[in-house]
């Protein structure tokens, strides 16, 4: 009986196929497709005709690459990716263009740049009265009693002179006015903000913070670290709705420097809640995530208090929570910021002889804290800009990698800004992340010199060649909003290390060469938070994150100054514009 039927029906399909033609064309393609599972071997996006930078040393250029389902497919010569092609795939013909992996920013704050991008705006301001006038204009904006906010100044850019209260309380008579300075440790209160907050002349410093006192002993409106904490407490809370904007306003903007992925170590500093970090992962990442509006990858930092609650986050949902966002680690600080003369150092500051600098956690404490997460499997990330707290840090990581015994674990520093003689080769000898930000030297280096003396400025500061010479993984970032998240300028940076008014190099021996500092901004700055499988370099199942720059060939890239992004694409597909 089955075997009639089975006749029955290739007769029909015999007859079907030579005597009605229009069934044969249509139907007969249908039925047989029908029978087979649907798989897709071909491109979604074939890119070609470019200088295609990759990353990988292996196999550095490329022209052409295939892309499928947000990964590359494979990645070589255009005449070895034709068998990729097939019906539906798009081709995009870059008529020569460099392209260049997805950057990578190593460092950055994203909730609070694009908060600040909303606020009273004091970057590259340089005269007094100009300050003054900007916060005028926000009062003038603003309702009566409520916070004026704002933050980038940088009193080195009008010689130095501090800012006080009594600069803006005349134009401030109603409203409590913050305003941070550009490294974020360090920041102005008018009295009004002094008097709600109720710090007096009879206020004590905090531990790990400085309050700013006048000759007379009054406050002048300056709060250094921990001590910031007096005021920030007062001051609302940002809105969920006001974060979901701002994270996404930020993240807009990065995409237009060619940025697709930043390290976010949040909005925790000396002095800020260990909350905020938290409440941003729940409210505005996670949020954006399952909404599908997450516009870049995120990999997410947490204060190192909360180790233990990103341990069991880990432990429950893995590292990658989806394609876009990644548990990375805990951060933690050991010092200050050179601009607010409290990064510590061995020797006092020379403008300031009686001044280390601070030491912003009780270091018994860290230590624990740094020993109970490294051995939970944590990477740890420590904030260390003068050359004391780097050596600090250093000896500790040495040792807590004696105690919980070998691993890869990538130990990593923020910023290693100044060492001390002998310290770069540290970093190779105990495979430490060096996280650093190039351009920040743009703007420390007139007052580096003025706080240290030429000698020690000279000698220890800013020292990328030699970090790269020791083995030292560098990556490189921004920390923004500090300075704005621009890789192909902190590249450029690194590369000439020449600050605003300058004619030659600072320290022209630790420059970078183009190779060098491109690669530090993608694939080392990949693997400095364990993503190297996943993103940092364009070569085939990675993800298909690039940027098309504007120069016609890479000759152009690497002696012009003047390359810009043309679009960056996320996943394969196109982001900005």
């Known amino acids: 009986m089955n075997l009639s039927i089975v006749i029955s029906a290739s007769i029909a399909i015999f007859l079907s196929v030579?005597?009605?033609?229009?069934?044969?064309?249509?139907?007969?393609?249908?039925?047989?497709?029908?029978?087979?599972?649907s798989t897709k071997f071909g491109a979604d996006l074939i890119v070609k005709n470019g200088v295609i930078f990759t990353s990988d040393p292996s196999f550095p250029f490329a022209n052409s690459m295939a892309i499928r389902d947000g990964r590359i497919l494979r990645i070589g010569n255009y005449s070895s990716l034709q068998d990729l092609s097939e019906y539906g795939t798009k081709e995009l013909n870059l008529e020569g263009k460099v392209v260049v992996p997805g950057f990578i920013d190593s460092h950055v704050h994203l909730i609070s740049a694009g908060l600040q991008m909303a606020r009273v705006q004091l970057k590259g301001v340089n005269?007094?009265?100009?300050?003054?006038?900007?916060?005028?204009?926000?009062v003038l904006n603003a309702n009566r009693g409520s916070w004026i906010l704002g933050g980038g100044w940088n009193n080195d850019l009008w010689g130095g002179e501090l800012?006080?209260?009594?600069?803006?309380?005349?134009?401030?008579?109603?409203?409590?006015?913050?305003?941070?300075?550009?490294?974020?440790?360090?920041?102005?209160?008018?009295?009004?903000?002094?008097?709600?907050?109720?710090v007096t002349n009879l206020t004590k410093d905090p531990n790990g913070g400085t309050i700013m006192q006048t000759a007379d002993g009054e406050p002048t409106g300056l709060l250094i670290d921990a001590a910031m904490e007096l005021i920030l407490s007062w001051i609302p809370e940002v809105s969920v709705d006001e974060r979901r904007e701002a994270m996404l306003r930020a993240s807009s903007f990065a995409l237009t420097r060619g940025v697709t992925t930043v390290v976010d170590v949040g909005r925790y500093f000396p002095g800020s809640s260990v909350e905020h970090s938290w409440q941003d992962f729940s409210d505005v990442y996670q949020w954006a995530d399952s909404s599908g509006k997450m516009k870049i990858r995120v990999c997410l930092f947490f204060p190192i208090e909360t180790w233990s609650r990103l341990y069991g986050a880990i432990h429950r949902a893995g590292r990658a929570l989806s394609n876009w966002i990644y548990l990375g680690g805990v951060k933690a600080f050991a010092d200050g910021s050179l601009g607010s003369n409290s990064a510590l150092f061995h020797e006092p500051y020379f403008d300031d002889p009686h001044n280390y600098g601070l030491q912003v956690v009780e270091f018994e404490s860290l230590f624990n804290m740094t020993i109970a997460s490294?051995?939970?499997?944590?990477?740890?990330?420590?904030?260390?800009?003068?050359?004391?707290?780097?050596?600090?840090?250093?000896?500790m990581y040495e040792y807590v990698a004696l105690?919980?015994?070998?691993?890869?674990?990538?130990?990593?520093?923020?910023?290693?800004?100044?060492?001390a003689p002998g310290t770069a080769d540290r970093f190779g000898q105990q495979g430490i992340v060096a996280s650093v930000q190039p351009d920040h030297l743009l703007d420390d280096a007139d007052a580096a010199i003025r706080k240290l003396g030429v000698n020690r400025a000279q000698k220890g500061s800013y020292l990328f060649r030699s970090l790269l010479s020791s083995n030292a993984l560098l990556a490189l970032g921004s920390d923004w909003p500090v300075t704005s998240?621009?890789?192909?300028?902190?590249?450029?940076?690194a590369m000439n290390r020449i600050p605003p008014g300058w004619d030659t190099a600072w320290i022209p021996s630790e420059r970078l060469s183009l190779n060098d500092a491109l690669i530090a901004h993608t694939i080392s700055a990949a693997r400095a938070c364990f993503l190297e499988n996943e993103i940092g370099s364009l070569s085939t199942g990675k993800l298909a994150d690039f940027v098309i720059l504007s120069s016609d060939s890479w000759d152009e890239f690497a002696t012009g100054g003047s390359t810009s992004v043309n679009a960056t694409y996320v996943g394969g597909i196109q982001a900005y514009p």
């Open 163 to 198: 800012p006080m209260a009594s600069w803006i309380d005349e134009v401030t008579p109603d409203n409590p006015v913050w305003l941070t300075r550009m490294d974020g440790h360090m920041g102005l209160a008018n009295s009004v903000a002094l008097k709600l907050a109720g």
């Open 374 to 395: 490294d051995m939970s499997g944590l990477q740890v990330a420590i904030h260390a800009i003068g050359d004391k707290a780097n050596d600090l840090i250093l000896d």
């Open 485 to 493: 998240t621009y890789p192909l300028r902190a590249i450029r940076t």
């Open 18 to 37: 030579f005597f009605f033609p229009s069934f044969n064309s249509t139907y007969w393609l249908k039925w047989r497709a029908s029978l087979i599972p």
């Open 127 to 138: 005269r007094k009265d100009e300050v003054v006038r900007r916060v005028k204009e926000a």
């Open 403 to 419: 105690k919980n015994g070998k691993r890869d674990r990538r130990f990593r520093i923020e910023h290693a800004q100044h060492l």
